[in-house]
């Protein structure tokens, strides 16, 4: 339950909008929610959350005063004809979700592979690569994270996480470039003005066959100024033990990884109108043992450590006019990530890359309940990225790359005389110069180009009774091309392969029809999709040898798919979900000198998921009791990254049973991969590797919240 705020509270005195500038508070959206998807996620949660995330203290309401910024501005989460999904961070604590990984696998539509070492890969609706910059878009808060030259989505763990969300489907218009499948956003506590707070969390687990985990979390919220000034830090500490063993010393349990993190942000609010967030959020990640891959066996026979170090520094402002807001954002992001080992038994490997990343936003936007409403902005980013790398015999090389792009853009919604229908029209105009080069001992290759494009969204949305929603969409995504790393070309040369030196841009149009309908007096959702989507010009990636690849542009893919998802919650103590996907995404014609032909899956895209929860609790004495079990399945992921054979079917089933007290503390038994599932998650290389699953661990958990 939430602590009642002061009368004087200026963060809860505030509009909902001004105290959430992009938040989308979003409910049961296609989601594998779990156990608390009934609980209220009105707009004043991200400005208190503190108070509400102890265990045991939530209240469940009617999913129709579920309050969402998914478009920029307050709207019931019935009402916004988007498919969007989110988790709220009390429901990751109680699921043990550890990353957005684990968030997105429980996403109807969308799936994600951890690859160890604190990378990660995403899919949204059929839309997955692992070159060009962004694919999906992926915000830090109020922050674009973007890749250059590689879809590069940072490992954020989930602690003291608000929410995260998933809009599905090109939000080009608002969220601008690289969002051609959807974005993910990760959306942390704010400091809060009036309450100290304090909370920690203690973890310990084993692996079966492998190696021992732990984890330390911990962060406090200090009211500095009533009403005017807070701070508020997290940091964890985590070791995330192996379960691969090295085939040539006979080492157990290498991929051992340990993850450090720290956040902090500052607010302040020198009127009631107007706020400024100051914040920095810093990632390190040390796997000396490599990722997860491994052969079927949870062996390998070559690996290479890796380093992942990323931070962000961001100042962002709002100021609220009667009827209006205006935003502004900064923000400076800096990734270095260092390889060092073995491509294979034969091939040595080294490699340190070195992005940056500078971004500005400037936004309008309407606020209240009006016939007409709207938001315009203007989007500026600068980006660098710089490769130094040694493969094998080949000489070696450095590149380099910037990108400075610019963005205007614009959407109105306008609800029609008969207010059953509203419809939304957006236009985003995206300029990119790129300056690149790429150098060899005695080759040197170039791109010096600029890249632009009009990305329009239009819908049409239509209410046949106040908690039921219809709507048709059509939006269109585009991204930057690329040079080809001179490292490839040369390999090429050698091995008789021609390469192109520049990859050309790819776009994408989707069309949708959703419905979303309240049932029950609000106990039931019920929310479905179906799409299409036509990729333009894909980049794929070339075999050279078994594991070396270069880069070329294929005709496209074709996604269609369908995504449903059911909540029930019948009463404040039992929750079931269930929602699943089915996704047809395939490469429209044969790409030459690839494995990949006309009807080839797309890379990373299982054709089915389906996912499942169940949660009960229940009074015992003083204290309550939680129990929750779940369940993710996805099909097999056919298409390797080169060339290789399919994966396999993954079911994921977890468990957890604890206590929860009102004065605070709860402590829980977990389970996860129950059934020791030992499949391979991603398609199998040409040498047999693939990423696996964890094997069956057993832990516990406390937590404690002052």
Do not use: C
């Not at 009036?194 to 021992?212: I, K, M, P, Q």
């Not at 992942?308 to 962002?316: C, G, H, K």
């Not at 059911?566 to 790409?591: C, F, H, K, M, W």
């Amino acid at each position: 339950m939430h602590r009642p705020a002061s009368p004087s509270s200026r963060s809860r005195a505030r509009p909902a909008f001004a105290r959430t500038p992009l938040a989308a508070a979003i409910l049961a959206g296609l989601i594998a929610a779990g156990p608390l998807h009934a609980q209220s996620v009105e707009a004043e949660a991200a400005d208190a959350p503190q108070p509400a995330a102890r265990a045991g203290q939530r209240d469940a309401v009617e999913l129709s005063s579920v309050v969402v910024t998914a478009r920029k501005r307050d709207e019931r989460q019935i009402d916004v004809p988007i498919a969007l999904s989110a988790v709220t961070g009390e429901q990751i604590d109680a699921m043990g979700l550890l990353n957005v990984v684990d968030v997105l696998n429980s996403t109807a539509g969308a799936s994600s592979i951890d690859t160890g070492g604190g990378f990660t890969q995403v899919q949204i609706r059929g839309v997955s690569s692992s070159l060009g910059g962004n694919d999906n878009g992926y915000y830090l808060d109020e922050i674009p994270f973007t890749g250059v030259s590689v879809p590069w989505y940072p490992d954020a763990r989930s602690f003291d996480i608000d929410r995260v969300e998933v809009l599905k489907g090109p939000q080009g218009t608002l969220f601008g470039e690289g969002s051609m499948g959807g974005t993910v956003r990760i959306i942390t506590r704010k400091p809060d003005f009036n309450y100290f707070n304090a909370g920690v969390e203690l973890s310990a687990g084993t692996t079966e066959s492998g190696g021992d985990s732990w984890g330390g979390k911990a962060y406090v919220n200090v009211p500095l100024v009533e009403d005017t000034l807070a701070l508020r830090v997290a940091v964890s500490d985590e070791k995330l033990g192996g379960w691969i063993d090295d085939n040539a010393t006979g080492d157990r349990d290498i991929n051992e990884q340990r993850v450090k993190t720290g956040r902090f942000k500052l607010r302040f609010a020198p009127t009631e109108r107007w706020n400024m967030d100051l914040a920095y959020w810093k990632y390190d990640s040390d796997a000396p043992g490599g990722g997860n891959s491994s052969l079927d066996d949870l062996t390998t026979n070559a690996y290479y450590a890796n380093t992942d170090e990323w931070d962000v520094a961001s100042f962002v402002t709002t100021y609220d006019f009667d009827g209006s807001q205006l935003f502004y954002s900064f923000a400076d992001a800096n990734l270095d990530y260092g390889n060092d080992g073995m491509l294979n038994p034969t091939t040595t490997y080294l490699s340190l890359i070195e992005i940056g990343v500078r971004t500005q936003e400037l936004r309008w936007s309407s606020t209240g309940q009006r016939t007409l409403d709207w938001t315009v902005g203007y989007y500026l980013r600068e980006a660098e990225r710089n490769d130094s790398s040694s493969v094998g015999g080949v000489p070696p090389s450095a590149s380099s790359q910037t990108n400075d792009a610019y963005a205007l853009f614009g959407e109105v919604t306008y609800k029609l005389p008969n207010p059953a229908w509203a419809i939304t029209a957006g236009l985003r105009y995206f300029n990119d110069d790129v300056d690149a080069i790429s150098v060899s001992t005695d080759r040197v290759s170039t791109l010096n180009a600029t890249f632009d494009s009009w990305n329009p969204r239009l819908s049409l949305s239509y209410k046949p009774q106040d908690d039921t929603t219809l709507y048709v969409s059509a939006a269109r995504g585009f991204r930057s091309g690329q040079l080809q790393p001179m490292t490839s070309i040369l390999l090429a040369e050698q091995a008789g392969i021609e390469l192109p030196s520049t990859i050309d841009p790819d776009s994408i149009m989707t069309y949708e029809f959703g419905a979303k309908s309240l049932l029950l007096d609000g106990k039931v959702m019920l929310e479905g999709a179906i799409f299409y989507s036509d990729w333009k010009d894909v980049a794929v990636r070339v075999p050279i040898t078994d594991t070396i690849n270069g880069l070329a542009n294929s005709d496209g893919t074709e996604n269609k798919g369908v995504e449903a998802n059911i909540v029930y919650t019948p009463n404040r103590s039992l929750t079931l979900q269930i929602g699943g996907s089915l996704i047809d995404a395939t490469y429209a014609e044969d790409v030459p000198g690839t494995p990949l032909n006309r009807g080839t899956p797309v890379y990373n895209v299982p054709k089915t998921s389906l996912n499942g929860s169940v949660s009960y609790q229940w009074p015992v004495g003083g204290l309550r009791g939680v129990v929750r079990g779940g369940f993710v399945h996805d099909s097999k992921r056919e298409t390797a990254l080169t060339q290789g054979t399919p994966g396999d079917d993954i079911t994921l089933v977890d468990a957890r049973i604890g206590l929860e007290s009102p004065a605070g503390w709860s402590a829980f038994l977990y389970g996860d991969n129950l059934t020791d599932e030992d499949g391979a998650i991603n398609a199998r290389s040409a040498l047999g590797a693939a990423n696996h699953p964890r094997p069956r661990s057993y832990g516990v958990l406390f937590r404690y919240t002052y």
